[in-house]
Each structure stands twice: as structure tokens, then as C-alpha cells.
């Protein structure tokens, strides 16, 4: 049976998906736990001998850092959640099958982005 024949992934398949997914998902979790204790540092200024124009300078360029460090921990989140309705998906019989299409999403694409839910000529379409 082909690629273009096929509607559905089989058992084996799925459970390598989900092993990567798994393990993405963990890699995931310790890198937002890491930018979580970098957002705790970061609330800790020892400036309290410096001058004032200095310690406003800081203050900005602190802010600054905690607002970059809380998008990169949404977008991890973000991730990992995108990853965990994956698995669901391949629990309930739907992983790698094209939401727009219908088609089945080439294995290529879902190796490297697994979360996935659009095959790449539905991707094209969206953006023209």
C-alpha cells in the first residue's frame, strides 16, 4: 500500500510518534523549568549600593529580560501543550491525518514538527 493509499498510520507507527512526542515533551519540561527559575533569579537585584541613574538603567534592562524570559516559558508552554493534545490525537485514532484535507500528513513532517495537524501543501494553501 502507498503513502497516497493510506488513511490511517498503523499501531507501530503511532507508537514511535508517540515515543519522539514523549520524549519532546520531556526535554520540553526541564527547558521551561529552567527559564521558571531564570524568572526567579531575575527578581533578585543586588543593586542596592549604585547609584540612581544606574539602578533605572537596570531596572529597565531587568524588565526587559523578564518580559523576553516570560514569552520564551508561554511559547514552551504553548509547546508542550500542542505536543500532549498530539498524543491525544493519537489515542483517539485522528495523529497525522490532515485537518484541512483529510490526507495523511507525510511522516517526514511529523517527525520534525510532531504536534502537527496540517500537511504541508494545506500549510502552503493558508498562506497565499
Not at 512526542?21 to 527559564?35: G, P, R, T
Not at 534592562?61 to 524570559?69: I, N, P, Q, V, W
Amino acid at each position: 500500500m502507498s503513502q497516497e493509499e493510506k488513511t490511517r498510520y498503523s499501531q507501530s507507527e503511532l507508537k514511535e510518534f508517540e515515543a519522539l512526542i514523549l520524549e519532546k515533551i520531556e526535554k520540553a519540561q526541564v527547558e521551561l523549568s529552567e527559564l521558571k527559575k531564570s524568572l526567579n533569579k531575575s527578581g533578585d537585584s543586588g543593586t542596592d549600593g549604585t547609584s540612581t541613574s544606574s539602578k533605572v538603567l537596570e531596572d529597565g534592562a531587568d524588565t526587559l529580560e523578564k518580559e523576553s524570559l516570560n514569552q520564551l516559558a508561554a511559547r514552551q508552554q504553548k509547546f508542550i501543550n500542542n505536543l500532549k493534545n498530539a498524543l491525544i490525537r493519537i489515542k483517539n485514532g485522528t495523529y497525522g491525518i490532515c485537518v484541512d484535507t483529510g490526507n495523511l500528513i507525510s511522516k517526514e513532517r511529523l517527525k520534525a514538527v510532531p504536534h502537527t495537524m496540517h500537511s504541508i501543501a494545506a500549510k502552503l494553501a493558508k498562506r497565499s
